[in-house]
């Protein structure tokens, strides 16, 4: 479907790509047996639903851009989702298994969110292993041991 001239109310810039406000026109009841004329708007993925006309200007169609990355996320790139999760060894007693952080790929699909201090409360457990895959043995470690375990430096 191609948007004319005057149907593109706006246009947003999305993560994943733009959206477009798009006005249909539909009919109504209106009193009585009466029909009248209405408008739908709705948001619409391009390329994948919309596409511009050929020879048609869209210049005055307002645009909504993303806020620029701020210099932490430029630097450091996108946060990380929050929290820890426990993948549980087999056996009996507490603490046998491995904490990963929740978007590592060794955590196991389904399992509850750990809060920092529940994560590290686990994590001093002898049995318990922190994962180096998704960085929660560089990430705990530090917390657990003290920031200068493993460190150089004057007393």
């Known amino acids: 479907m191609g948007i004319k001239a005057g149907q593109g109310a706006s246009r947003r810039q ?17 009193p009585g047996d009466a029909v009248e004329a209405a408008e739908y708007r ?10 511009p006309v050929d ?3 869209y210049d005055d169609v307002p645009v909504e851009y993303l806020e620029p990355p701020s210099v932490v996320e430029r630097e450091l790139g996108p ?16 603490g046998r298994g491995t904490v990963h952080a929740v978007d590592c790929p060794e955590a196991p699909a389904g399992a509850p969110v750990l ?18 895959l998704c960085g929660a043995a560089a990430e705990l470690d530090p917390v657990l041991k003290g920031f200068d375990h493993g ?5």
């Open 79 to 94: 946060r990380r989702p929050s929290g820890w999760v426990l993948a549980k060894a087999g056996g009996r007693g507490p």
């Open 115 to 132: 809060t920092l201090e529940h994560a590290l409360d686990v994590a001093q457990h002898p049995r318990t292993r922190l994962c180096s």
């Open 42 to 51: 709705v948001w619409v993925r391009a390329p994948d639903h919309v596409r």
């Open 151 to 155: 460190f150089d430096g004057e007393d």
């Open 55 to 57: 020879g048609v200007s």
């Open 14 to 30: 999305l993560r994943d790509g733009w959206r477009y406000e798009v006005t249909l026109p539909v009919w109504k009841n209106g």
